[in-house]
Nanobody, 118 residues
Framework: QVQLVESGGGLVQPGGSLRLSCAAS????????MYWFRQAPGKGLEWVSY????????IYADSVKGRFTISRDNAKNTVDLQMSSLKPEDTAVYYC???????????WGKGTLVTVSS
């Protein structure tokens, strides 16, 4: 059974930091590109970052570049998102996504809520 389980969300003050984690199971983790997306209240889904399978190359949306860092541990089947200098506009439900382009498979977690507010 495929599972992606996000954790680490919560309430944080502006300027603060938070680390999200996504635990994967039920598929060959190191064959999948891993993504973080987010959805702010009343808005559409926004891509945040991705990390390649093996080389670990990363790309970030302009809105989070320099503040967020994505990382993965293929031995533990986890992908993390370290978020710093958080802003109120970072408030959203954050989703973990796994994608394999070769076999066109796509998996999603249920999300974790991040609220940035004083």
């Amino acid at each position: 059974q495929v599972q992606l389980v996000e954790s680490g969300g919560g309430l944080v003050q502006p300027g603060g930091s938070l680390r999200l984690s996504c635990a994967a199971s039920g598929f060959t983790f190191n064959s999948y590109w891993m993504y973080w997306f987010r959805q702010a209240p009343g808005k559409g889904l926004e891509w945040v970052s991705y990390i390649h399978t093996g080389r670990g190359s990363t790309i970030y949306a302009d809105s989070v570049k320099g503040r967020f860092t994505i990382s993965r541990d293929n031995a533990k089947n986890t992908v993390d998102l370290q978020m710093s200098s958080l802003k109120p506009e970072d408030t959203a439900v954050y989703y973990c996504n796994a994608h394999n382009f070769l076999v066109s498979m796509d998996y999603w977690g249920k999300g974790t809520l991040v609220t940035v507010s004083s």
